[in-house]
């Protein structure tokens, strides 16, 4: 019987991923919802291969199959992952638009491949309570958090988690280099073709920090016992250290083909998209080193907003993402994103146990305070 299953944010990196794995392994899976924010020329396109019966806009679109329930809005999509017909959902957009609908899908009972960020960034606590409660997985679908979930076997018998960064552009740069850095530059990601704003924080390895803080929701460990290593060849995907001092690694070429599969089809392993077998002797070696935290300080700030919990991931998380978008539209350099985000941090207070209002009122605040601070700088 064909698994059920809903992608919201479709049309996105990680979502036209997903469609290729599923469109591999049809025979498995029924594409019964997909979701697109402005590209409905493609939405359209994967409507008239994978017919799902409901599909959500941000807007209002012209849907060319008209058998199918369209949705619109926020509400849609919330709509859309209550719906129980589903067996996963694979929540693939980015921003916080993605929290609401993952957390309407996990009161429904509905397991989750999550790709979000935001999502457990912004209210990792929520998140995990109600997936208890309602005996809902959350299956990672980020390559880093996929790997640690494959090697753990009994997560009581683990002592450390390590996550693995490529280093991005500027792995061997000088802050200098750093300071200077144009869009262009920092776009272009040595290992992994993903969207603007995680390259953006590949580069600075915000993308390292959120998902350190994603690590402490997912697995529940302690910050302290949460390590960053650097290896830039992206084949080591993470690891964990059990007590016993062994060291369990999962490798693998770079591809989010892999973890997305994994996450859909999990517990099981099928054959799907796979470009060639895995050769160690064509890799011939790895490389490891420390992450320069002088030069990459949002790894620190991750951290240190981690540790203080409640709204402070939510600051950091916000207003790094408006820094970023200046960035982006050449506003502000590159090393201006970490000092934008320390500042609003320190400034801001902190609301240590807050409800999911609270943490879009906030987010919505940091937003304001960040684009005015950009503004006076600009």
């Known amino acids: ?12 990196s990680i979502g036209t991923q997903a469609l290729e794995v599923i469109e591999k392994i049809s025979d498995e899976f029924e594409i019964i919802g997909l979701s697109a924010g402005s590209n409905v020329d493609l939405l359209n396109q994967q409507v008239e291969k994978f017919h799902p019966k409901t599909v959500c806009l941000s807007k209002k679109g012209e849907i060319s199959d008209k058998s199918v329930k369209v949705l619109y809005g926020n509400e849609g999509l919330e709509e859309l992952c209550s719906n129980k017909e589903n067996d996963i959902i694979l929540v693939a957009v980015s921003g916080k638009i993605g929290l609401k609908p993952t957390i309407s899908a996990i009161k429904n009972g ?15 606590d929520i998140v995990m309570d109600l997936a208890k409660k309602h005996n ?14 494959q090697c753990i076997k009994d997560i009581s018998q683990v002592a450390k988690l390590i996550i693995t960064a490529s280093g991005g552009p500027f792995l061997h740069k000088t802050i200098e280099d750093m300071k200077n850095a ?18 953006v ?7 390292k920090g959120l998902e350190i803080i994603e690590a402490h ?42 973890p997305i599969q994994y996450a859909i089809t999990y517990p099981n392993r099928i054959e799907g998209i796979k470009s060639k077998s895995f050769s160690f002797s064509e890799i011939a070696h790895l490389d490891f080193e420390k992450p320069d935290f002088e030069k990459f300080k ?24 408006e820094a970023v978008f200046a960035f982006l539209e050449n506003k502000i350099k590159l090393f201006d994103i970490y000092a934008i985000t320390e500042k609003i941090y320190s400034e801001n207070n902190v609301i240590k146990k807050p409800s999911i209002d609270e943490i ?19």
Do not use: C
């Open 1 to 12: 019987m064909k698994k059920k299953i809903t992608i919201i944010g479709s049309t996105g």
């Open 110 to 124: 509905i397991n989750i491949a999550l790709a979000n960020k935001e999502t457990l960034v912004m209210a990792g």
């Open 136 to 149: 809902v997985k959350i299956l990672p679908v980020d390559s880093e958090h996929s790997a640690i979930h």
């Open 182 to 199: 144009t869009v262009e530059q920092t776009l272009k990601h040595p290992r992994w073709n993903m969207g603007r704003k995680i390259t």
């Open 201 to 207: 924080d590949s580069a600075t390895l915000m993308n």
């Open 217 to 258: 929701h997912l697995f529940g460990f302690d910050y302290d016992n949460i390590d960053v290593v650097v290896h830039p060849q992206s084949i080591v995907h993470s690891a964990v250290e059990y007590k016993d001092g062994s060291v369990v690694a999962q490798l693998g070429l770079p591809s989010m083909h892999i």
């Open 298 to 321: 949002t790894v620190p700030l991750a951290y240190n907003a981690g540790k203080e919990g409640g709204t402070a991931t939510t600051i950091i998380n916000a207003a790094n993402e």
């Open 360 to 378: 879009f009122e906030t987010d919505n605040e940091i937003r304001i305070k960040t684009k005015e601070l950009i503004e006076k700088l600009h």
